[in-house]
Structures are given as structure tokens and as C-alpha cells.
């Protein structure tokens, strides 16, 4: 009998699109014609919950009377509750656009203690839209009901985690088996009765579930228990990110009481090894697969069949997903945030890995970092416009590690050779080949934003970590991106071992004056995590930590405790760091001694107060490298031609119009550079297949003209430059 495939993802990730993990296993699958599919259990459950129906039996189950004041008000407001909550569900779902005004006159939705905030509602909203000022109002008003559930209903509640304390750094299984062994919660109750239509429609043989985090584990676990109560022929299997971090030295035998199989690391063999397990029990090959065996968990890994190609594994297959039901949000005013949460974005993948791959904090031991491999830019644009077809989207989110700048540049001629229209954003590393025309011709490909790991604002600590890049040069192309339109956000880090207070300090005067140059939109302060997997965690004593305890758990082992050497309580930095960042991206406070922004004495700062203006007033090389790609967004000009008289000599001339979108403009030269010029902006123009060298158009030049050099640096040329000529 073939093998039918359903794959989920467990509650909850994100209400705004889905995680791709199943879309990225069902692309594959077609490949190979088996049959599969997807449900988004996360979605499912949300909208099932905030419904007029979904809040009258909340309302009426809640197993425990409020008592805080908060939720007895939103217990006494329960009508206003259920008159409310479907129209703006379909006014999130971008269904019920004029709603927006209504909401905006804040006499509709019923408030609780989520708009205690509002007072930076129009600082930060200020010249934005009723669209996004109501969405925020929305977003509170949905986090109102979810207190109430918390308080009353189900403690492990959360839009974007569910029972996540249960996943995180469980190293025993005991707290999460005995969690399994109560009675389902209200939440459970309601993603069970989901499981069970869903099963009893698609009739399964293999169930495989995608677990991305900690905050999807327990109910992972309870679907799988479900299913195997009262479908014991079913086989079930864990894969995902949390399994493929934290389960890596998993030893407990009560895990396969819920489980059949847990996969590590890219699917596609996998999987494909555990269909033909199931369809000829003789077989006995698997790839990076846990199963029990005589009651002992055991690893196999004995297939000889490889991992696929990256350009063998097909283009991510978003059918079956509710693709237009999904929440658009807006939480907090971090842009960055706010474009995780708003809006549906398609996600696809640049290169598996990351092409860098030495951040000692990183687990660049592991596969999903440690194997490099970068997609054709042609392939990339294909799948792009598969998806685009099959969504109706065109907003694309690339979820590389970091992206690669020449297979961005390749990518971004290719959208622009193609003429598509897509809004794209990925992860990158700050690069110095992020020159100011690569950032342009990404951004006219339709690149908005870019997220990069700053991490620690001081090079002492950039070279620790060995992120190949110091804050100087950071700064300089945070100013490219900016300039050319591109908003960029910062992951900060604190807390690195043997930082010091100084360093932390400096840290936050670099980011200071970073967003006060303007060359930073949006950031946000993490503190450091010791995972098993990385350089850190490896050899902590190398970076003067101390590891607690040897001791390998059964369950889930990455995160590890630990104490640094310097002694210091990098947690009390926490508030401070983080408040004086929302401040600075709102433009404001740049003024403030850093010492305000804590309530213990810190020193003073070491970094000069014009440290980053300086870096960026250093003039760029204008020497061009011979083999740089030279390219033309723009159009074909209109020509007038002329003579130009002087002390009784005359020369004929050709004045160049263009029309870029924004305004025209004009150059002048003379007539026989200009006819050179037109026919080589055509062959150069970014529509054309072929690309051209600085070499190879300087050798044209030169084969009718003399002294190419005078003409390059010349002023028609350089007015070129500022409106798309580039060179690469």
C-alpha cells in the first residue's frame, strides 16, 4: 500500500504566515510523487479559539473565577467580547479594511489593562496610517483576551509559544511526561478535536510533526499521544529545528511512547527511508533516525542513499495551508519585529548554511550551519514565480543564515533581467562587499530590509567571537543600505564571556551613536546563551567559562549553564540596554548620559563621542577594479543634438534625457562618446542576459576613442552614476 503522508506544525509559531518546514518537505515530496498534506494545527487552533462562538465557551468554561481586577473587567465586558471579536479577526486577516476607522475612534473595542500603553501611540504611529494604528489597536485588544486565558484558563498559553517553560532547557523528560500524563487543557481540547477531523479525513500512514522551538513541543506531544491512543497503525515522527539542536544525544525510553521515529538534520532522506521502512519492514536502512529497539533508544544512521541537492529538493508547496486566514499584527514598534508579525511573506532559502560559518557562539557544528551549499540564482527566480502563482504573493523572506553578497547581487539582476515585482528581506552578515551601488541594485530588485549580527559593538569581542567584521566597518555599511533605502536591523548580544563592564558600556555608546548617525532603523539587545553545539559551549574554558555540570541530560541538551570567570551580573543590564534602544529608535534621547539609563553606577565610556561619525567620513576608493560588473537601471535616453561654438571652433554635441521614475535629468557630450554611450547603456542595461566588465568596456572605448579613463571620471558619467549606473 503507498504511503500517505500528513505534516503538521504544532501550535504555536507565528499567527502571520506559516513556518515553512512542511511547505519546504511537501515541495520535495511532489518531486517524488508521494502523496501529502500540511496543516498549520497553530493557525487552525487560534481561529477556532477567537471566534464569537470560540469566546462564548471561554467565557463559560473558565475553570477559575478572575481575580485580578484586570480580567474581572474583561469578564464583565465578555459581551462587548463576542460582539466584537469576528469582525476584527477578518479585519487582521486584511478582510474588513474599513473597520480600521472605527477601531480608531476607540470608543469600539472593549479595553483592558494592554492599553495602559496607548500614550506612545502616536509617537510611535505618529504619520502612519489608520490601517497600522488600528492593527496595533487590534493586537492589544487580542493580548487582553489572551490574559484572561492565562489567568483563568490555561497557564501556558501564548501566541507565538505554547507551554514553552516545558521545552526550554528540559534535560529531564520527567516535568514535560508528567504535564502528558493530565488531563488535556482547554487549548489542548480545542487543537484535539482539530487532529481528530483532520485524521479521520486524510487517513494517514506516516504523521510526521515539525517542531521548530521549544514553544511547539508539549502539544507535538500531545497530538502524537492522541494519535497513537486512537490510531496505533499510524506511524509518527518528530523532525524540525528543536529536535535537530536539542535532541542530538536523546537517551529516554518514554519518549517512544508518543514517537516511532525522531529525525535530525535535513528531511528529504529521511523521510524518504522511513515510507520505504514502512512500505517493506525488511528494509532496515534509516538516515540520522532514533527508534527504540528491545526497549533501548537507539541512533541509526546506516543508509547509504545521500542528502539531496538544493536543487533537487523542489520549490516549497504552500497548498493546503489557509493561506488567507492567517493574523496580521502589529505588537511592538520595532520595525523589524513588526515585519516578522505583519503581513504574509513567502520563505525560501539562498544557500543551506551559512557560507561564513566561525561565530564561536554559533552551532556551527551542526549541518543546518556547518554545510554550505548556495542555489542558482536562475533556480531561485523560478521558484520564486511558482510561488508567486501558487499563493498569489510576492512578498518573499529569504531565511538564510546569511545571505551570500554575490549570490544576492546574481539574484537581484535576475529579478530585474525577469521584470518582476517582488518585496524581499533577509539575514546577512555586515560585509564590506555591501559597497553603496550593490545596495541600490538590491534595492531596486525590491529588498527593504536587512537584518545583520552586530552582536557586540566592541572589536576586542568581534574578533573573540570571530564574526569577521569590526564596528567600523559595520557602520559604514549600515550608511550603504541606508542610503540606498534598505531599513536595517541589529542583533546586539551582551553578556559574552569575559565581556566587561567597560566593554558593555562601550557597546551601548557604538549603538548610540549608530542610531543617532541614522545608519541603524531598529536593533534588538539579546543576552548570550551557552549552546552545546558551538565553539563556546565546546571548549568554554578557551573563553573563560566554566561549564556547571558535565552531566548529559536524557532528554533535550543545548542550552547550557554556566559561570564566567569575570563574576560579573550581566542580567542587570538587561532594562537599561533595552530601554535606551526603543528610545533611540524613535529618534529621541541621544543626549542622555548613558548612566541615566541604569539605576547602578556604571564607568564612564571609553569610545569618542564622534567615534562613528568619524568612520563614516573616510572617502571611498574611486579606483574600479577591472573585473567589476558594470550595469545600467535605467532607460533609454531622448537625444538632441547640437553644436557648440568657442573662439571660432565648433564641435557637435548630443544632449542625453533620461526619465528616471522619481524626475529627469540631462547630461552633455560630445557627439561621438554620445552615440558610444547610448549604444553601450543599451548593452549594459540590467534587462540584458550578459553581463559587462569595467575591462571589457574600457576596451570597447578604446577601439574608435582614446582615454577612457578622462571620459569615466568625466561629469555626464558622473551624473550616470547617481542615477544607476553601478558598478559591481
Same mark, same amino acid.
Given at each position: #500500500?503507498?504511503?500517505?503522508?500528513?505534516?503538521?506544525?504544532?501550535?504555536?509559531?507565528?499567527?502571520?504566515?506559516?513556518?515553512?518546514?512542511?511547505?519546504?518537505?511537501?515541495?520535495?515530496?511532489?518531486?517524488?510523487?508521494?502523496?501529502?498534506?500540511?496543516?498549520?494545527?497553530? &493557525?487552525?487552533?487560534?481561529?477556532?479559539?477567537?471566534?464569537?462562538?470560540?469566546?462564548?465557551?471561554?467565557?463559560?468554561?473558565?475553570?477559575?473565577?478572575?481575580?485580578?481586577?484586570?480580567?474581572?473587567?474583561?469578564?464583565?465586558?465578555?459581551?462587548?467580547?463576542?460582539?466584537?471579536?469576528?469582525?476584527?479577526?477578518?479585519?487582521?486577516?486584511?478582510?474588513?479594511?474599513?473597520?480600521?476607522?472605527?477601531?480608531?475612534?476607540?470608543?469600539?473595542?472593549?479595553?483592558?489593562?494592554?492599553?495602559?500603553?496607548?500614550?506612545?501611540?502616536?509617537? =510611535?504611529?505618529?504619520?502612519?496610517?489608520?490601517?497600522?494604528?488600528?492593527?496595533?489597536?487590534?493586537?492589544?485588544?487580542?493580548?487582553?483576551?489572551?490574559?484572561?486565558?492565562?489567568?483563568?484558563?490555561?497557564?501556558?498559553?501564548?501566541?507565538?509559544?505554547?507551554?514553552?517553560?516545558?521545552?526550554?532547557?528540559?534535560?529531564?523528560?520527567?516535568?514535560?511526561?508528567?504535564?502528558?500524563?493530565?488531563?488535556?487543557?482547554?487549548?489542548?481540547? &480545542?487543537?484535539?478535536?482539530?487532529?481528530?477531523?483532520?485524521?479521520?479525513?486524510?487517513?494517514?500512514?506516516?504523521?510526521?510533526?515539525?517542531?521548530?522551538?521549544?514553544?511547539?513541543?508539549?502539544?507535538?506531544?500531545?497530538?502524537?499521544?492522541?494519535?497513537?491512543?486512537?490510531?496505533?497503525?499510524?506511524? &509518527?515522527?518528530?523532525?524540525?529545528?528543536?529536535?535537530?539542536?536539542?535532541?542530538?544525544?536523546?537517551?529516554?525510553?518514554?519518549?517512544?511512547?508518543?514517537?516511532?521515529?525522531?529525525?535530525?538534520?535535513?528531511?528529504?532522506?529521511?523521510?524518504?527511508?522511513?515510507?520505504?521502512?514502512?512500505?517493506?519492514?525488511?528494509?532496515?536502512?534509516?538516515?540520522?533516525?532514533?527508534?527504540?529497539?528491545?526497549?533501548?533508544?537507539?541512533?541509526?544512521?546506516?543508509?547509504?542513499?545521500?542528502?539531496?541537492?538544493?536543487?533537487?529538493?523542489?520549490?516549497?508547496?504552500? *497548498?493546503?495551508?489557509?493561506?488567507?486566514?492567517?493574523?496580521?499584527?502589529?505588537?511592538?514598534?520595532?520595525?523589524?519585529?513588526?515585519?516578522?508579525?505583519?503581513?504574509?511573506?513567502?520563505?525560501?532559502?539562498?544557500?543551506?548554511?551559512?557560507?561564513?560559518?566561525?561565530?564561536?557562539?554559533?552551532?556551527? *557544528?551542526?549541518?543546518?550551519?556547518?554545510?554550505?551549499?548556495?542555489?542558482?540564482?536562475?533556480?531561485?527566480?523560478?521558484?520564486?514565480?511558482?510561488?508567486?502563482?501558487?499563493?498569489?504573493?510576492?512578498?518573499?523572506?529569504?531565511?538564510?543564515? =546569511?545571505?551570500?553578497?554575490?549570490?544576492?547581487?546574481?539574484?537581484?539582476?535576475?529579478?530585474?533581467?525577469?521584470?518582476?515585482?517582488?518585496?524581499?528581506?533577509?539575514?546577512?552578515?555586515?560585509?564590506?562587499?555591501?559597497?553603496?551601488?550593490?545596495?541600490?541594485?538590491?534595492? =531596486?530588485?525590491?529588498?527593504?530590509?536587512?537584518?545583520?549580527?552586530?552582536?557586540?559593538?566592541?572589536?576586542?569581542?568581534?574578533?573573540?567571537?570571530?564574526?569577521?567584521?569590526?564596528?567600523?566597518?559595520?557602520?559604514?555599511?549600515?550608511?550603504?543600505?541606508?542610503?540606498?533605502?534598505?531599513?536595517?536591523?541589529?542583533?546586539?548580544?551582551?553578556?559574552?564571556?569575559?565581556?566587561?563592564?567597560?566593554?558593555?558600556?562601550?557597546?551601548?555608546?557604538?549603538?548610540?551613536?549608530?542610531?543617532?548617525?541614522?545608519?541603524?532603523?531598529?536593533?534588538?539587545?539579546?543576552?548570550?546563551?551557552?549552546?552545546?553545539?558551538?565553539?563556546?559551549?565546546?571548549?568554554?574554558?578557551?573563553?573563560?567559562?566554566?561549564?556547571?555540570?558535565?552531566?548529559?541530560?536524557?532528554?533535550?541538551?543545548?542550552?547550557?549553564?554556566?559561570?564566567?570567570?569575570?563574576?560579573?551580573?550581566?542580567?542587570?543590564?538587561?532594562?537599561?540596554?533595552?530601554?535606551?534602544?526603543?528610545?533611540? #529608535?524613535?529618534?529621541?534621547?541621544?543626549?542622555?548620559?548613558?548612566?541615566?539609563?541604569?539605576?547602578?553606577?556604571?564607568?564612564?565610556?571609553?569610545?569618542?563621542?564622534?567615534?562613528?561619525?568619524?568612520?563614516?567620513?573616510?572617502?571611498?576608493?574611486?579606483?574600479?577594479?577591472?573585473?567589476?560588473?558594470?550595469?545600467?537601471?535605467?532607460?533609454?535616453?531622448? &537625444?538632441?543634438?547640437?553644436?557648440? *561654438?568657442?573662439?571660432?571652433?565648433?564641435?557637435? #554635441?548630443?544632449?542625453?534625457?533620461?526619465?528616471?521614475?522619481?524626475?529627469?535629468?540631462?547630461?552633455?557630450?560630445?557627439? *561621438?562618446?554620445?552615440?558610444?554611450?547610448?549604444?553601450?547603456?543599451?548593452?549594459?542595461?540590467?534587462?540584458?542576459?550578459?553581463?559587462?566588465?569595467?575591462?571589457?568596456?574600457?576596451?570597447?572605448?578604446?577601439?574608435?576613442?582614446?582615454?577612457?579613463?578622462?571620459?569615466?571620471?568625466?561629469?555626464?558619467?558622473?551624473?550616470?552614476?547617481?542615477?544607476?549606473?553601478?558598478?559591481?
Amino acid at each position: #500500500m503507498k504511503t500517505k503522508l500528513f505534516l503538521i506544525t504544532p501550535p504555536f509559531t507565528q499567527l502571520n504566515t506559516p513556518y515553512p518546514a512542511t511547505a519546504y518537505i511537501k515541495g520535495f515530496l511532489n518531486t517524488k510523487n508521494i502523496e501529502s498534506v500540511q496543516a498549520d494545527l497553530g &493557525i487552525d487552533v487560534i481561529l477556532k479559539l477567537f471566534s464569537k462562538k470560540g469566546l462564548i465557551d471561554l467565557f463559560q468554561s473558565n475553570s477559575q473565577q478572575p481575580t485580578t481586577d484586570n480580567c474581572k473587567r474583561i469578564f464583565a465586558l465578555q459581551d462587548e467580547y463576542i460582539k466584537t471579536i469576528d469582525p476584527v479577526i477578518q479585519f487582521l486577516q486584511g478582510k474588513n479594511p474599513t473597520l480600521a476607522l472605527q477601531i480608531c475612534q476607540e470608543d469600539f473595542l472593549p479595553e483592558a489593562s494592554r492599553f495602559a500603553q496607548l500614550e506612545e501611540l502616536d509617537w =510611535a504611529f505618529g504619520t502612519m496610517g489608520t490601517q497600522d494604528k488600528a492593527k496595533h489597536l487590534a493586537t492589544l485588544y487580542l493580548e487582553d483576551i489572551s490574559d484572561f486565558i492565562v489567568e483563568c484558563v490555561d497557564e501556558n498559553f501564548g501566541f507565538s509559544r505554547y507551554a514553552e517553560r516545558l521545552g526550554r532547557s528540559a534535560n529531564s523528560f520527567d516535568e514535560l511526561y508528567e504535564a502528558l500524563q493530565q488531563e488535556p487543557t482547554y487549548i489542548d481540547s &480545542i487543537l484535539i478535536s482539530i487532529l481528530k477531523t483532520k485524521i479521520e479525513v486524510i487517513k494517514p500512514s506516516l504523521f510526521l510533526i515539525s517542531v521548530p522551538f521549544p514553544g511547539n513541543l508539549y502539544s507535538a506531544f500531545r497530538c502524537a499521544q492522541w494519535v497513537k491512543e486512537n490510531h496505533p497503525e499510524i506511524k &509518527i515522527s518528530m523532525g524540525g529545528g528543536f529536535p535537530n539542536t536539542e535532541l542530538r544525544s536523546l537517551s529516554d525510553a518514554r519518549v517512544f511512547e508518543f514517537f516511532d521515529f525522531i529525525t535530525l538534520d535535513d528531511g528529504e532522506t529521511p523521510i524518504e527511508e522511513l515510507i520505504t521502512n514502512i512500505e517493506n519492514p525488511d528494509y532496515n536502512s534509516y538516515k540520522r533516525t532514533f527508534l527504540l529497539e528491545d526497549g533501548k533508544v537507539v541512533y541509526k544512521n546506516n543508509s547509504t542513499q545521500p542528502d539531496y541537492k538544493q536543487s533537487q529538493v523542489g520549490t516549497p508547496d504552500y *497548498s493546503d495551508l489557509l493561506l488567507d486566514k492567517y493574523i496580521s499584527v502589529i505588537e511592538i514598534v520595532n520595525p523589524m519585529h513588526r515585519m516578522w508579525s505583519d503581513g504574509r511573506w513567502n520563505k525560501l532559502t539562498m544557500a543551506h548554511g551559512c557560507y561564513w560559518g566561525k561565530c564561536t557562539f554559533c552551532d556551527i *557544528s551542526l549541518d543546518y550551519i556547518k554545510v554550505y551549499e548556495p542555489v542558482a540564482a536562475g533556480l531561485l527566480c523560478d521558484r520564486m514565480e511558482e510561488m508567486i502563482a501558487q499563493t498569489g504573493q510576492n512578498g518573499f523572506h529569504f531565511v538564510d543564515e =546569511a545571505a551570500p553578497p554575490a549570490l544576492m547581487r546574481a539574484l537581484a539582476l535576475e529579478i530585474l533581467k525577469r521584470k518582476l515585482a517582488v518585496t524581499w528581506w533577509t539575514n546577512i552578515r555586515f560585509e564590506k562587499s555591501f559597497t553603496g551601488d550593490l545596495c541600490l541594485l538590491l534595492k =531596486a530588485s525590491g529588498c527593504i530590509a536587512v537584518s545583520g549580527g552586530l552582536e557586540v559593538a566592541s572589536d576586542r569581542l568581534l574578533k573573540l567571537i570571530d564574526k569577521g567584521v569590526t564596528v567600523e566597518q559595520v557602520a559604514k555599511v549600515t550608511r550603504n543600505f541606508t542610503e540606498a533605502g534598505i531599513m536595517v536591523h541589529a542583533y546586539l548580544m551582551y553578556g559574552y564571556p569575559t565581556q566587561t563592564v567597560q566593554e558593555t558600556v562601550d557597546s551601548l555608546e557604538m549603538v548610540r551613536q549608530l542610531f543617532e548617525e541614522g545608519v541603524l532603523q531598529s536593533g534588538f539587545w539579546h543576552q548570550f546563551a551557552m549552546t552545546a553545539h558551538s565553539p563556546v559551549g565546546m571548549f568554554p574554558e578557551q573563553f573563560g567559562a566554566i561549564k556547571e555540570t558535565e552531566v548529559i541530560g536524557t532528554f533535550a541538551n543545548n542550552d547550557i549553564n554556566y559561570t564566567d570567570k569575570t563574576g560579573i551580573d550581566h542580567d542587570k543590564f538587561s532594562f537599561g540596554l533595552k530601554k535606551s534602544l526603543f528610545n533611540f #529608535m524613535h529618534g529621541i534621547c541621544f543626549d542622555y548620559e548613558l548612566q541615566e539609563w541604569f539605576d547602578f553606577k556604571i564607568p564612564k565610556t571609553k569610545i569618542g563621542p564622534d567615534f562613528i561619525f568619524d568612520a563614516l567620513q573616510e572617502e571611498n576608493n574611486f579606483n574600479t577594479k577591472p573585473n567589476a560588473k558594470i550595469v545600467w537601471l535605467g532607460g533609454k535616453p531622448t &537625444i538632441e543634438h547640437f553644436t557648440k *561654438s568657442k573662439k571660432g571652433n565648433s564641435w557637435e #554635441m548630443m544632449a542625453l534625457t533620461f526619465h528616471d521614475k522619481k524626475e529627469s535629468f540631462a547630461i552633455q557630450t560630445a557627439k *561621438s562618446e554620445g552615440e558610444w554611450l547610448i549604444e553601450m547603456l543599451q548593452k549594459i542595461s540590467v534587462s540584458n542576459a550578459k553581463t559587462y566588465s569595467f575591462q571589457e568596456i574600457k576596451a570597447d572605448f578604446e577601439t574608435s576613442l582614446e582615454d577612457f579613463e578622462l571620459f569615466w571620471y568625466s561629469k555626464p558619467v558622473n551624473t550616470l552614476r547617481e542615477f544607476g549606473l553601478l558598478v559591481l
